[in-house]
């Protein structure tokens, strides 16, 4: 039986075509890795450079739009630990991930940084909590194109402003241009059946709160979503009037203050009363 071994992943030396972001989110195999170098390089060792760095950080090869590798001979003729290499990985919507290192020769130069390159790729991704996303499809990636924006049909009957029909500036207009809104003598009765005050508000029956007052930068009080005879405030401030504040913190100083190290090597110093 044949011994087959799983080829080895590794980044791509060019792109597969068009920009980063039409490519979109690429896997290891289409994200580029350019190598510059004044120093002469084998093709061979291209190659293990890019099988290295995908071994490395091939895991978020999706997070990586494209990277760069530079050798540069520092010190020239006069020798010495004179080879620097320069490792930069441009993340997708993150800081770029760059370090460098130096070695006698461009291969112990590489060895020198790859570590740094996996720690700092994987720190600068594990600082903001994210997951390498999967690769995008080429259907993903192709443009889609939006259909044309229907106009809007406002019902007959129900509300002219609110969740169901919208809250743009055409639907408040709207709303404030009924004639109950202009004139007394045109009226909503609300002790009729079926009619509400919200329906006065909002221009039809509806069971929600449509608040049609067109200047709301001085308003105070936040109403519910839902229709009350006396609206409640919406707080979700920590201090707010119907919370009280938790005491966990003044306990915790009241503690530490009493029986600390400092506290009892204090008042093991200070006289006793006889």
Known sequence: MANTKTPQRKFTAKTAGGRARRRGRTEVSA??????????LTPA????????LARAVGHMAT???????????????RGGVDVECRVRLVMSGIPSVIASARGATAPKAFAAVLPKVKTG???????????????TTKKAAAKK????????????????IGRRVGRSAENLTAALDRPEKRRRD???DTSMPGVSATARRAGGTSTARR?????TSRMAAALEDSARDTPSRKSTRPGGPNRLRSGNKLGQRAR????????????????RPS
């Not at 994200?31 to 002469?40: E, F, G, H």
């Not at 194109?145 to 002219?160: C, F």
């Not at 530490?256 to 006289?271: D, G, V, W």
């Open 31 to 40: 994200t580029p890795i350019a190598i510059r170098s004044s120093v002469p």
């Open 45 to 52: 060792f291209e190659t293990a450079i890019r099988v290295r």
């Open 186 to 188: 045109a009226y909503v």
């Open 121 to 135: 790729a994987q720190r600068t991704v594990d600082k903001r909590a994210i997951a390498a996303p999967p690769p």
């Open 145 to 160: 194109k939006t259909p044309a924006r229907r106009a809007k049909q406002v019902a007959v009957a129900g509300s002219l």
């Open 211 to 215: 608040n049609t007052k067109k200047r």
């Open 63 to 77: 997070l990586i739009e494209r990277g760069t590798v530079r050798f540069e001979d520092v010190n020239g003729p």
């Open 256 to 271: 530490a203050s009493t029986s600390s190290p400092k506290a009892r090597a204090k008042r093991a110093r200070s006289p």
